[in-house]
């Protein structure tokens, strides 16, 4: 079993549509948690980063950690066909610098 | 402010060469990590280096080794290269003060034949 299980979709919504991304996790040490975008062929872009549990919102865009059920999500409002991309959830121990990953769920904004 | 940037963007090896990649850290960071990330997945960490040392490391094996250099900036050298080693290679620059907060350059994509 993978220590971050994210679904690769791929997801397709319509041009304003509100878009909901989940990973699941099963180490209890992650006390740090991301989001990153990743556009074809380029690099990882972080889009949100969360301490501990809680929610944190960034424009369109919302991050939620529940640590007990050990599931994080992020939320995007008024999607637009420049939101398609790849996302990437990672997670981290305290002070390791060791980012683990998500497999990355493909959206497709359809105009 | 300097975005952390990679060289070469592409590179094609065949079995058994050896290569090296280098990565430039964004400007005031201190730490570098070195990512591999296989088609269709997440990146996987494989070291992260900082004060010219190596500063934890990832399920690799020796033949993937690194530099840091006194300008922060980095190599990731792999030898004996295996068809399964094409990936794109990634950088992340960061403080040591927050590790988790890495920015990734655009990597580099290498293809083994």
């Known amino acids: 079993q993978k220590e971050v299980e994210q679904d690769p979709g791929p997801l397709s919504v319509p041009e304003g549509a509100i878009v909901s991304l989940n990973c699941t996790y099963s180490n209890s040490a992650f006390q740090y948690f991301m989001w990153y975008r990743q556009y074809s062929r380029k690099g990882p872009e972080l889009l949100m980063y969360t301490y501990s549990s809680g929610n944190k919102e960034d424009g369109r865009f919302t991050a939620q950690v529940d640590k007990s059920s050990k599931y994080i999500s992020l939320f995007i409002r008024d999607s637009q066909p420049s939101d398609s991309a790849t996302y990437l959830c990672a997670m981290s121990a305290s002070n390791t610098g060791k980012l683990i990953f998500g497999q990355g769920t493909t959206l497709q904004v359809k105009p | 402010e300097t975005g952390v940037t990679q060289s070469p963007t592409h590179l094609i090896k065949t079995r058994g060469q050896q290569v090296t990649l280098r990565c430039s850290s964004q400007?005031?960071?201190?730490?570098v990590s070195w990512y591999q990330q296989a088609l269709g997945q997440g990146p996987q960490f494989i070291f992260q280096?900082?004060?010219?040392?190596?500063?934890g490391r990832g399920n690799f094996p020796p033949r993937f080794s690194g530099l840091q250099f006194p300008n922060y900036s980095s190599e990731l050298n792999v030898n004996a290269l295996e068809l399964d080693d094409s990936a794109l290679y990634l950088c992340?620059?960061?403080?040591?003060?927050?590790?988790?907060?890495?920015?990734f350059g655009p990597g580099t994509r290498l293809l083994v034949l």
């Open positions: 992340a620059s960061s403080k040591i003060a927050d590790q988790e907060t890495q920015y």
């Open positions: 280096y900082y004060r010219e040392e190596e500063n």
């Open positions: 400007s005031g960071h201190n730490t």
